[in-house]
């Protein structure tokens, strides 16, 4: 079974930044492409950056030139670095890979932007 934890959520005002980080075990992680979603109160959970296994980046249109995916396969993490924060940003942020979402999430990281 594939555990994965994230962290590196807070609590920023608007222009801020936060790096989250997601650890994953239990898996060959390094094959698999991976993305962040994000969970606002209310909505449902949407892909917001993907990472194939060889490197390649996707975000969507909300957060493109804000956000920066990546990750590092020796230590089964991915990353997702989070610039000029709005607070239309704050919502609970999960991992897990693209295709066939490993089961159960992770319990999330809650990043907060607020004045």
């Known amino acids: 079974q594939v555990q994965l934890v994230e962290s590196g959520g807070g609590l920023v005002q608007p222009g801020g930044s936060l790096r989250l980080s997601c650890a994953a075990s239990?898996?060959?992680?390094?094959?698999?492409?991976m993305g962040w979603y994000r969970q606002a109160p209310g909505k449902q959970r949407d892909l917001v950056a993907t990472?194939?296994?060889?490197?390649?980046?996707n975000y969507a249109g909300s957060v493109k030139g804000r956000f920066t995916i990546s990750r590092d396969n020796a230590k089964n993490t991915v990353y997702l670095q989070m610039n000029n924060l709005k607070p239309e940003d704050t919502a609970v942020y999960y991992c897990?890979?693209?295709?066939?979402?490993?089961?159960?999430w992770g319990q999330g990281t809650q990043g907060t932007v607020s004045s």
């Open positions: 897990n890979r693209t295709i066939d979402n490993w089961s159960p």
């Open positions: 990472i194939t296994s060889g490197g390649n980046t």
């Open positions: 239990g898996s060959i992680f390094s094959i698999y492409a």
